[in-house]
């Protein structure tokens, strides 16, 4: 059966009203924590996991990746309206986004966000119902070195094309790794790093960690700037909705650049963040004539809005074919799957055609869903940013808690939720990165499984990760990422240095 | 007081480093060698702990050469060394960190509801709310986490010894 006729089928799956009705839940909770500070979408999947033990896989992904989508909009919400990006990954709308509306523009930067966010996710769910099915294919034939190289192809990806410190990514990286170490060895059962605590026996739920981290640490993060929102209007004109709409096929080269770049990003594990800024700063050079960026150019709106959601969609392909997140969102997710009793990778392809392809039918039409809520919604969400602080700071903090606790129902989670927000708030304002932190988290296990499995092949050799072709040429690719990005930049400092001196 | 960026860098890549230490140290008890049927449980996070010491080093040695540079600059320039943290700002964080630190123990003591209740209430009320309203804002969360997670999700909460007297199990 060809791609074509699967997605059809998953639509049959996707339209039901039960889950139509998921969606606009998951888009309309997406908005909420999408535009509180310290609500993003790696945390607000996280909180909401522990509520989805109920619901069938399909309808708990479509809920679950219905919010991120929800999630991305209400953040460049907050970056237009409030010069507050709600996500990391829209601080770059913050650019132009803010100048256009405080100049009386709102709708119109609203709405250029918006239609461009729909845009790039449309184009990168495309690109996943053509990918999909040769996506898993190709990782059918992988063995235990193979998967071991497309896990260090991800963090190595990480710390080559990350914009963070090459060194702070690797702190992430391998702390990341010794917190999924901690408590029972899945291959050999003995007890790990616990030293001594009996409630770190049953290892450290990532769900735990990412609500501390992204939750608290942020929320401590806005806390010591003493938050002063000062909003422009919120209100929506309609026909101005439509006046922006046709001017925006004008833009169709910038549209499709950043389409394309955040689909690169959201393949390989650069992720929403760095494709926004990325695309945004390619659009900048590319334009010569006109007002400079920063001022309110549409295309500093649409470049960063229409790359973020497309990496943001795209990194589910890696998620769902590889078991390889290039997102921390999408890295809570196959988080949720191995609750949910799902194992990520090619073979869900094959067991679950349901899931996956009722997923990929589901990102088309709540996503859809997502513009038409958020355009309607934007006023009632811009007014939450005016509840005073005193009493919606404490709420996020008294909902992290709480979501903390419902992860495993134990109260020594509450102790790791406070110490993970010191380490959140410590690391983001240091710059270390904090997803690469997650994603080993959540790989942590497969990784050691495979690296140990490939060493028992070998017997205990290196040279396995490089015996055939096909797993050489992933862990070149992985050397490549890892130094050649840095290697060029240093090359080019020195090029433009020797002329000064 | 006010707190240097690089005396953050430096705590932040002491307390990695420890973490990777510990973690080897932790490791060498359990075997980091090989043994018949592989390497030995605590082989990977032996040099993943080597891996983080490594660059938590790297780190603290980047955060000295940084100050360095910054000082001799200081003296040319006259500008000084970015703050982390500024007194009014230490001060935002501390009081905000104190009272959910006091959320915590209340909870752990008294269970969620009482715990989030009290703790909105008092914010509410330090933020200029009347007492009253506090309460109510703060009761209201209770409740409205109570329909959530028990009624709605069948989900239970933390409970404290205050509970079981209103027939809530």
């Known amino acids: 059966m060809g791609n074509f006729d699967l997605l059809m089928q998953g639509f049959g799956v996707a339209i039901t009203p039960m889950h139509l009705v998921l969606m606009v839940a998951g888009v309309l909770l997406g908005l909420v924590v999408g535009v509180l500070p310290g609500l993003g979408a790696p945390n607000g999947v996280s909180l909401l996991i522990p509520l989805t033990f109920t619901l069938d896989p399909t309808s708990a992904i479509i809920l679950l990746s219905s919010m991120y989508w929800g999630a991305l909009f209400g953040g460049s919400t907050t970056s237009i309206l409030f010069n507050i990006p709600g996500e990391p990954s829209s601080v770059a709308t913050t650019f132009d986004g803010y100048p256009m509306a405080k100049a009386g523009q709102s709708t119109r930067a609203l709405t250029l966000a918006f239609m461009s966010a729909g845009f790039g996710a449309l184009l990168g769910v495309l690109v996943i119902t053509l990918l999909a099915g040769w996506a898993s294919d190709f990782a059918l034939r992988f063995g235990a070195p193979e998967y071991f190289a497309v896990y ?42 616990t030293f001594g605590f009996s409630e770190l026996l049953g ?67 650069g992720g929403p963040t760095a494709a926004s800024f990325m695309s945004y700063g390619i659009a900048r050079q590319a334009s ?3 007002e400079p960026f920063g001022t309110g150019r549409p295309e500093g709106i649409i470049a960063p809005e229409t790359a973020d959601h497309s990496a943001g969609s795209c990194a589910m392909l890696p998620m769902l074919a590889l078991g390889v997140p290039s997102s921390a969102t999408a890295a809570v997710m196959m988080g949720g799957l191995m609750i949910w009793g799902l194992t990520p990778g090619p073979m869900l392809f094959a067991t679950k055609p349901d899931f996956v392809w009722g997923l990929i039918a589901s990102m088309y039409i709540s996503n859809v869903v997502g513009v038409i809520l958020v355009l309607m919604t934007v006023p009632m969400f811009a007014a939450l940013l005016r509840i005073p602080f005193a009493i919606i700071g404490p709420m996020i903090v008294a909902i992290c808690f709480v979501g903390g606790y419902t ?15 010191l380490v959140g708030y410590l690391f983001t304002r240091l710059d270390y990165p904090l997803a690469p932190l997650v994603l080993s988290m959540v790989l942590g296990h497969k990784a050691e499984n495979a690296f140990y499995q490939s060493m028992i092949l070998s017997d205990g050799s290196l040279k396995v990760f490089f015996s055939n072709p096909l797993v050489g ?29 | 007081m006010t707190v240097r960026r690089f005396h953050a860098e430096i705590g932040a890549a002491i ?13 060498t008890e359990l075997g980091v060698g090989w043994e018949e049927s592989g390497p030995q449980s605590g082989y990977f996070p032996f040099y993943v702990g080597l891996i983080l010491v490594g660059a938590s080093l790297w780190n603290l040695v980047a955060a000295f050469l940084a100050h360095r540079a910054t000082v001799a600059g200081h003296a040319r320039t006259g500008e000084a060394e970015e703050p982390f943290l500024d007194s009014a700002r230490l001060g935002r964080l501390g009081r905000f960190l104190a009272v959910m630190l006091a959320f915590v123990i209340v909870t752990l003591v008294m269970g969620i509801y009482v715990g989030s209740a009290s703790y909105i209430a008092y914010s509410a009320w330090r933020g200029g ?8 804002m703060g009761v209201g969360f209770a409740l409205a986490l109570y329909l959530v997670f028990e009624v709605a999700f069948l989900m239970p909460l933390l409970k404290g010894p205050i509970e079981p007297l209103l027939g809530i199990y």
Do not use: C, H
């Not at chain 1, 003493?226 to 439509?242: E, T």
């Open chain 1, 288 to 290: 010569r004539k006109g």
């Open chain 1, 407 to 421: 992860v495993s129902g134990a109260s020594f989670d509450l102790w790791l939720v406070l110490l993970f927000g």
């Open chain 1, 473 to 501: 040429s992933i862990m070149a690719l992985a050397l490549a990422l890892l130094i050649l990005p840095k290697l060029l930049q240093l090359g080019g400092r020195l090029r433009r240095r020797q002329p000064v001196e």
């Open chain 2, 129 to 136: 709310y009347r007492p009253l309203f506090a309460l109510a």
């Open chain 1, 152 to 193: 260090f192809l991800a963090f190595a990806a990480f710390i080559g094309m990350g914009s963070a410190s090459p060194v702070k990514t690797v702190v992430s990286l391998s702390m990341g790794l010794l917190l999924a170490s901690v408590g029972m060895d899945n291959v050999t059962g003995e007890v790990r790093l």
């Open chain 2, 15 to 27: 307390v990695t480093g420890a973490l990777g230490l510990a973690a080897m140290i932790g490791a």
């Open chain 1, 203 to 269: 290892g450290i739920s990532f769900l735990v960690v990412v609500i501390g981290l992204f939750g608290i640490g942020e929320l401590l993060a806005t806390v010591q700037e003493g938050l002063k929102f000062r909003g422009v209007s919120s209100r929506i004109d309609l026909r101005d909705v439509f006046r922006t709409m046709a001017e925006l096929p004008r833009y169709w080269a910038t549209s499709l650049r950043s389409g394309l770049i955040g689909i690169w990003m959201g393949i390989t594990p």
